[in-house]
């Protein structure tokens, strides 16, 4: 009987770090950006740490989102050392007049509308709010995607269970609607979808 | 923080100007990235959040009369049939701007709402929208692409109005420039045929035409409370206005 019960206990227990620690790890598929980049060594050549540098905001309100490789050849146009990444850079995109096909962490399903204009000018906003501090650091983290939804991971959030999760983690639609109505705004559908 | 205080969008369509062309159709199907039309659609069974419909007087000869009569969602303001049939909740009457939204993602494809609404504004994705190959570099990024098995109605370009507000937002504005949104439909019009913008803005070239005398709405006497208004000097095209559908195709 007490064999039993302990037998019972371990397969409780085996299950549970299956599914609390083995699961996540399947679920996320690691994936490479195209090339290694430094914000840091970006931001300290250029003389500006100011995002909207590069990811600019028009005055028409359209977030222009990454910079286009031509941005990058304006100083590019040969490897700038010799490290893998600029010869990759140079080769396969300058050269080729290619876009990088970047791995996006905060891109958003297909039908979300999210307006940077809005965010940033209106509600004055921080970049660092939602994206942390990606501008200084100095490596591109590991981008892991969802084998499922093919989402990014920072969509979900890094934990699981969302259990005493980290303020500003995660942009699922409760995460966009628990500060919305916070702020008393306006939670219609369309407003954030399209 | 502000924010915009409530709008009740809506237009005004004068059929006396209305050729027929069908420009309002095309542009909403692009501007809305309504596919082409499958090869076995018929008119039920297509996608036509715009849709004009050609009617006549049933006359015979000198007596004949026909006129063509552009039909979208008519954002009902009082209990929206579509909104209390839905039982997701995939559709409501946003009371910031009037609009009735239809959420595709949330849609069982039950098509309750195809039922309740009195003026076939509705329609049912009965296939997976597909291009022509390079077409797809046509897609209007604004607007995402419904998939088969829901249903999908007019918004009036809701796309369009999230423009205008991240423009009005990136200059610092509250409020949207009203010359910055207008439907595809009324922005395609040869004849300039369709006036849109806020029936709550006194000042405003809809709120005026829709008090027009010549103005009336489709089958009033439902109670329903349409946005969408039309206008005619002719007294049987005003005369069609509270005959249902069936009775207008049999003439």
């Known amino acids: ?194 | 923080m502000k924010t915009q205080k409530p709008r009740r969008y809506g237009m005004v369509i004068d059929l006396d100007r209305c050729t027929g062309c069908g420009a309002c159709m095309t542009a909403c199907a692009a501007e809305n990235n309504v596919a082409p039309g499958h090869a076995k659609a018929t008119p039920r069974t297509g996608l036509t959040p715009m849709l004009v419909q050609r009617v006549s007087n049933g006359g015979a000869g000198a007596d004949r009369r026909e006129v063509f009569i552009p039909v979208t969602c008519m954002h009902c303001e009082h209990e929206t049939p579509c909104v209390t049939v839905c039982p997701q909740q995939a559709v409501e009457l946003d009371k910031a701007t009037g609009i009735v939204n239809q959420m595709p993602q949330r849609c069982l494809g039950c098509r309750y709402c195809m039922t309740a609404c009195a003026y076939h504004a509705r329609y049912f994705n009965w296939w997976d929208p597909e291009w022509p190959v390079g077409m797809e570099r046509t897609l209007n990024p604004g607007v995402a692409v419904r998939m088969r098995g829901v249903v999908e109605k007019c918004n009036f370009c809701h796309g369009r109005l999230h423009e205008a507000e991240d423009k009005a937002a990136a200059a610092g504005k509250a409020e949207i420039d009203p010359a910055d949104y207008r439907p595809a439909c009324v922005e395609a019009c040869a004849t300039q045929a369709i006036v849109f913008g806020d029936l709550n803005d006194p000042a405003s070239d809809v709120r005026k035409a829709s008090r027009h005398e010549d103005s009336f709405r489709l089958l009033a006497r439902l109670g329903t409370e349409p946005k969408v208004y039309y206008r005619s000097k002719q007294e049987w095209v005003r005369g069609l206005a509270e005959r249902g559908q069936q009775e207008v195709r049999r003439g």
């Open chain 1, 1 to 194: 009987m007490i064999r039993g019960l302990c037998f019972f206990l371990i397969g409780v227990a085996a299950i549970q770090v299956a599914g609390w620690v083995g699961l996540p790890k399947a679920l996320y598929v690691t994936k490479a950006q195209p090339f290694e980049y430094r914000h840091k060594t970006h931001a300290e050549k250029s003389g500006s740490a100011e995002c909207d540098g590069c990811h600019t905001l028009g005055a028409d309100g359209v977030f222009a989102g990454l910079p286009k490789t031509e941005s990058c050849a304006a100083c590019h146009t040969e490897p700038q050392g010799k490290s893998a990444a600029e010869a990759t850079l140079v080769s396969s995109y300058v050269k080729t007049e290619k876009e990088t096909p970047w791995l996006v962490y905060a891109r958003q399903p297909a039908n979300v509308r999210f307006s940077h204009a809005i965010h940033t000018k209106r509600a004055k906003l921080a970049c660092e709010r939602c994206h942390g501090k990606h501008g200084e650091s100095d490596t591109l983290r590991p981008y892991q995607e969802n084998r499922i939804s093919g989402y990014s991971r920072d969509i979900w959030g890094r934990s699981i269970s969302r259990w005493k999760r980290v303020a500003n983690e995660g942009m699922k639609m409760d995460d966009c609607e628990g500060c919305h109505k916070q702020q008393g705004f306006d939670t219609g559908c369309l407003s954030c979808h399209r």
